[in-house]
Nanobody
Framework: QVQLVESGGGLVQPGGSLRLSCAASGFTFRLYAMSWYRQAPGKERELVCAITSAGGSTNYADSVKGRFTISRDNAKNTVYLQMNSLKPEDTAVYYC??????????WGKGTLVTVSS
């Protein structure tokens, strides 16, 4: 059974940091590209960042470049999102995604991040 379980969300003040984790099971994690998406209230889901299967390449949305870092530990079947210098506009539900080819596409249930004073 495929599972992606996000954790680490919560309430943080502007300028603060959070580290999200996504624990994967039920598939061969090391073969999959991993991504973080987010969906703010009233908005469409958007890609935040992604990392290749071996972790050799990453890409980021312009809105988070220089503030967010994606990483993965294939030995632990886990992908991380380090979020620094958080802004109120980063408030959203953050989702973990695993993708391999065109037919293997899995999603977690999300974790809420709220940036507010």
């Amino acid at each position: 059974q495929v599972q992606l379980v996000e954790s680490g969300g919560g309430l943080v003040q502007p300028g603060g940091s959070l580290r999200l984790s996504c624990a994967a099971s039920g598939f061969t994690f090391r073969l999959y590209a991993m991504s973080w998406y987010r969906q703010a209230p009233g908005k469409e889901r958007e890609l935040v960042c992604a990392i290749t299967s071996a972790g050799g390449s990453t890409n980021y949305a312009d809105s988070v470049k220089g503030r967010f870092t994606i990483s993965r530990d294939n030995a632990k079947n886990t992908v991380y999102l380090q979020m620094n210098s958080l802004k109120p506009e980063d408030t959203a539900v953050y989702y973990c995604n695993a993708r391999w080819g065109v037919n293997r596409d899995y999603w977690g249930k999300g974790t809420l991040v709220t940036v507010s004073s």
